[in-house]
């Protein structure tokens, strides 16, 4: 599989998924006009490598500073995704990375620890 670089656009985070070393990286702000379309696409791919993946784990870093209801929706299904993979025995490791002084992002974060309870969770404060 050839490694899947989407560049930042005003509305939508880069995404730097590489698949030879096994790490998904989103950064950015996500509000794309269809975020269905724009995130489908990227769950199908990460779908598929991990089902070609077998008990092999990954890494994914998220510095998402602001994401919108529909990407919300988008990002669930993701996270859904890598979970199901933890829950079959692969390691999944999720970097959550946010503004120290970013409550929503934050606690959005504790969310996902607790929907996605197969998921290694690290919390990653950063100075704005």
């Known amino acids: 599989m050839d490694n899947?670089?989407?560049a930042a656009s005003a509305s939508?985070?880069?995404?730097?998924?590489r698949f030879d070393e096994r790490t998904l990286s989103l950064k950015g702000e996500s509000y794309p006009e269809n975020a269905a379309q724009f995130w489908g696409e990227i769950i199908a791919t990460l779908r598929r490598f991990l089902?070609?993946?077998g008990d092999a784990g990954i890494t994914v870093n998220v510095a998402l500073a602001y994401f919108n209801s529909s990407s919300t929706k988008m990002l669930f299904s993701l996270f859904d995704a890598l979970?199901?993979?933890?829950e079959s025995g692969a390691e999944v490791v999720l970097?959550?990375?946010?503004?120290?002084?970013?409550?929503t992002i934050f606690e959005f974060g504790q969310e996902l620890q607790?929907?996605?309870s197969a998921?290694?969770?690290?919390?990653?404060?950063?100075?704005?």
Do not use: C, M, R, T
Request: charged share 35%.
């Open 51 to 53: 089902d070609e993946g």
């Open 4 to 6: 899947l670089f989407i």
């Open 119 to 128: 998921l290694v969770f690290n919390d990653h404060a950063v100075q704005s």
């Open 95 to 103: 970097n959550w990375y946010h503004d120290e002084d970013d409550d």
């Open 114 to 116: 607790e929907d996605f």
């Open 12 to 17: 939508s985070p880069e995404v730097d998924f």
């Open 83 to 86: 979970n199901e993979k933890a």
